[in-house]
């Protein structure tokens, strides 16, 4: 059964850093392009990062471009993203999706101001 787990989200200051975690199972991981997307409450979703299955290539909304990075270890079936430099409106809880098995439950940030 496919499965994607997030983890790493938390509170975090105006300025911090966080680094988000996606533990995938269940397909063929290194054959998928993935997706970061978050949902503050009363938003609509957004796509925050896109990355290729190879992991050469990445798309970032303007919102977040130059402060976060998604990067992806085939080996491990792992997907992430950094997060520097985080805004007040960063605030919401992020999802990695695989176009052919869905979303994970998800992993909140929070700005702790």
């Known amino acids: 059964q496919a499965q994607l787990v997030e983890s790493g989200g938390g509170l975090v200051q105006p300025g911090g850093s966080l680094r988000l975690s996606c533990a995938a199972s269940?397909?063929?991981?290194?054959?998928?392009?993935m997706n970061w997307y978050r949902q503050a409450p009363g938003e609509k979703r957004e796509l925050v990062a896109a990355?290729?299955?190879?992991?050469?290539?990445?798309i970032y909304a303007d919102s977040v471009q130059y402060r976060f990075t998604v990067s992806r270890d085939n080996v491990n079936n792992m997907l992430y993203l950094q997060m520097n430099s985080l805004k007040t409106e960063d605030t919401a809880k992020y999802y990695c999706?695989?176009?052919?098995?869905?979303r994970g439950r998800g992993t909140q940030v929070t700005d702790s101001s």
């Open positions: 990355i290729t299955s190879d992991g050469a290539n990445a």
């Open positions: 999706n695989a176009p052919s098995v869905g």
């Open positions: 269940g397909f063929t991981f290194s054959a998928s392009a």
